[in-house]
């Protein structure tokens, strides 16, 4: 069975320090993997995207993402963090069927 | 200009009582969605339509009704409603993977 792990559910950054949040999938086959964002009160917003070639894949805001086949993972990372980066993050895992799977979330908490 | 909307944002309503949320896409897309959030934030899809035609039905209480007049639009229809019930639902729509959500609809049921 597909399914996707965010193994933190809540992440406590300084502003301007660097970030990850993890991802891990399984899945049979060729993943297709996604990073949204929610803002507070707000719908999904699209990160990134991989679906194949270059396993670093880079997103809006200045996240990049890398994909490890060896680890099933998919970690999201940011250089440098901004106060406007809190946020929840969720993990997205496609078929080509079209079923999406998301993770649970990982709440971004940003100290001033 | 809005991509993905749905309406209304906030729905107040009583048990047993049967409301509508409503969505709407202006991007062409083939394929809509209709996802719950819960109150922990875990998102789970419920329906998906490609065409207009369900393609996507995961185990959903059938009180949940999707309903899709045509391509842009995909309505969510719920009878009978219960205190579980309340959560906020998005609505996406996608051509191909790349999925767009709306603002959601936060329904409480008292």
């Known amino acids: 069975a597909q399914s996707v792990t965010q193994p933190d559910i809540h992440i406590t950054v300084s502003e301007g320090a660097s970030l990850e949040l993890r991802c891990n999938y399984s899945y049979g086959a060729t993943p297709y993997l996604f990073w949204y964002v929610q803002s507070p009160g707000q719908g999904l917003q699209l990160l990134l995207k991989y679906f194949s070639g270059d396993t670093l894949v880079q997103g809006i805001k200045g996240f990049e993402a890398e994909f490890k086949r060896s680890q099933s993972s998919f970690n999201l990372r940011k250089p440098s963090v901004h106060w406007s980066d809190a946020a929840e993050y969720f993990c997205?895992?496609?078929?080509?069927?079209?079923?999406?799977?998301f993770g649970d979330g990982t709440t971004l908490t940003v100290k001033p | 200009d809005t991509a993905v909307s749905q309406t209304p944002k906030y729905l107040v309503t009583q048990m047993g009582n049967d409301k509508s949320i409503k969505c709407e896409q202006n991007l062409g897309h083939d394929t809509m969605y209709w996802y719950k959030q819960d109150s922990k934030k875990f998102l789970k899809i419920m329906f998906s339509?490609?065409?207009?035609?369900?393609?996507i039905n995961e185990t959903v209480p059938n009180r949940f009704s999707p309903k899709s007049p045509d391509k842009a639009h995909l309505n969510l229809h719920i009878n009978s409603l219960e205190l579980g019930d309340s959560a906020v639902y998005f609505c996406?729509?996608?051509?191909?993977?790349?999925?767009?959500f709306g603002p959601g609809t936060r329904l409480t049921v008292t």
């Open positions: 339509y490609n065409n207009k035609e369900l393609i």
């Open positions: 997205a895992f496609n078929t080509n069927a079209g079923k999406s799977t």
């Open positions: 996406a729509s996608s051509r191909g993977l790349e999925q767009y």
